[in-house]
């Protein structure tokens, strides 16, 4: 962040997913540890010379009757309060790849997971719901994935890797483009590096 010859540092700062409880060693409490954290490292960034942007977290694609499970919604509550108190630029990742998750359906938001469904995740999701895979079952040998277009290896599209939170390349693209979308709106100045 100290790197001089640039008019502005930016740094994204995001967190949430493996906070939540039940993540041993590694969750925090939502009401103390996690904001505290979240201004730790705004405050470190500034003193740095950055500018911190705060980024709610992405949401699983996890659903139940036909409706995503927002699990992360009170993290990105948490992240949504520290960025008002510390006037820090916000990118709600969260609610964005929620309404675009929500209306996909569960069946073609399994298309952006690392990994592929087995049938009883895939029957799940047919029925609006996400499936867990059955406990100690192997997966199948997966073919080698074909290359994509510019002759890389398609990373994450097959194996037994499949779940709700990971994305393969195509989910990386997707939110990759809709975060330069609101840096482009949230941080004018950042438009003609983000979007030609």
């Known amino acids: ?7 502005n540092i930016w740094v994204m700062i995001q967190f949430g997913h493996n906070d939540q409880p039940g ?8 009401a103390t540890e996690f904001p505290a954290n979240l201004r730790h490292y ?4 500034r003193a740095a010379g950055a500018k911190p942007i705060l980024v709610t977290p992405l949401t699983r694609r996890f659903f139940k009757n036909g409706e995503i499970t927002r699990d992360l919604d009170p993290s990105a509550d948490a992240v949504r309060r520290v960025a008002k108190d510390m006037n820090v630029p916000l990118i709600d990742l969260n609610a964005r790849s929620a ?13 952006y997971s690392l990994g592929l469904p087995d049938s009883n995740m895939l029957a799940s999701a047919l029925g609006g719901n996400s499936g867990e895979k059955p406990v100690g079952t192997p997966a199948p040998p997966a073919p080698a994935p074909a ?20 994305l393969n390349r195509d989910g990386a693209d997707l939110f990759a483009g809709v975060v330069a979308s609101e840096l482009a709106k949230t941080i004018p100045q950042m438009r003609p590096i983000l979007i030609p």
């Open 1 to 7: 962040m100290k790197t001089p010859g640039y008019a």
């Open 42 to 45: 705004v405050e470190d960034a």
């Open 99 to 111: 309404a675009i998750i929500q209306a996909m359906g569960p069946v073609m938001a399994g298309h």
């Open 147 to 166: 290359p994509t277009p510019d002759g890389l290896p398609r990373v994450g599209v097959r194996g037994d890797g499949f779940d709700y939170t990971h």
């Open 23 to 30: 993540k041993p060693g590694r969750s925090t409490d939502l």
